[in-house]
């Protein structure tokens, strides 16, 4: 199971290197377990962040990164800088991305393949729009994904992937997306992310207002979750973290759910 945590622009600098350390602290005071948990915040912490973390078990990454890999690119920072630092991941067409500063699907497509040059796994947004049928809403994203790879596939590169399912309509809502219409489009992503012979050790997560309880309804459809301001509250993101291991358990067990 992967959990992740974008801190968006929520957290200032100091606030930011405080949340990682009480998050640092609680894992540190659980059980060794199978589940992996990945952190984003904000450009300006990621040098502390990597300081604090160090150890830990615990990744980090950027909430985005430029298509290019140097330049004259005033304000950008690029997937070199990003490696360079220590992230393991990088966040990639979030819809708030792709509405509020135009970021087009080859724009996506090119920034996806800038993080696998790098060595970077990334956190790849996908999400319909529209709140309709789940079936049609499993179509749209399969295709986003399809077009999310192409700059990749024409340069032959390779790496892990973490597909976040993430529905515009359901980003910063008072619920989740309903749990039929996230495994229907997961189960769909999933089939499709197996047949990507150059991304093995792919995962396939949900996010969009998820929060605890979610991932134990979602168990035999998703690899985890990626969340959002429920996990400003450390205590919060370790009853994921529980709820996440436990899964992962009965997974190896193989023990239905």
Do not use: N
Not at 96 to 108: H, K
Not at 147 to 165: H, K
Not at 195 to 205: G, N
């Amino acid at each position: 199971m992967i959990i992740g945590v974008s801190l968006k622009m929520y957290f200032g600098h100091a606030q930011t290197l405080d949340w990682c350390s009480r998050v640092a602290a609680l894992t540190t005071e659980r059980p060794a377990s199978g589940t992996r948990l990945f952190l984003l915040p904000s450009f300006l912490s990621l040098p502390g962040v990597a300081d604090l973390l160090s150890g830990t078990g615990i990744a980090f990454g950027a909430q985005d990164l430029t298509a290019d890999d140097a330049g004259a690119q005033t304000g950008e920072v690029g997937g070199a800088m990003l490696a360079e630092v220590g992230c393991r991941y990088v966040e990639v067409g979030h819809a708030e991305r792709r509405t509020l500063f135009g970021e087009s699907e080859e724009l996506v497509s090119a920034k996806t393949a800038a993080a696998l040059r790098h060595g970077l796994v990334p956190v790849l947004c996908l999400g319909e729009t529209g709140h309709g049928e789940a079936a049609e809403a499993a179509v749209e994203c399969v295709r986003q994904l399809e077009s999310a790879l192409a700059a990749s596939r024409g340069a032959g590169l390779t790496g892990p992937l973490v597909i976040a399912y993430e529905p515009h309509w359901a980003i910063g809502a008072a619920e989740p997306a309903p749990d039929h219409h996230i495994s229907t489009v997961c189960a769909a992503l999933r089939t499709a992310v197996a047949d990507l012979d150059a991304h093995p050790d792919s995962s396939v997560i949900y996010g969009g207002s998820a929060g605890p309880g979610l991932l134990t309804r979602l168990a035999d459809t998703v690899d985890g979750l990626f969340l959002g301001r429920f996990a400003h509250d450390p205590a919060v993101l370790a009853s994921v973290l529980d709820e996440a291991d436990g899964l992962a358990a009965r997974r190896l067990e193989g023990v239905p759910r």
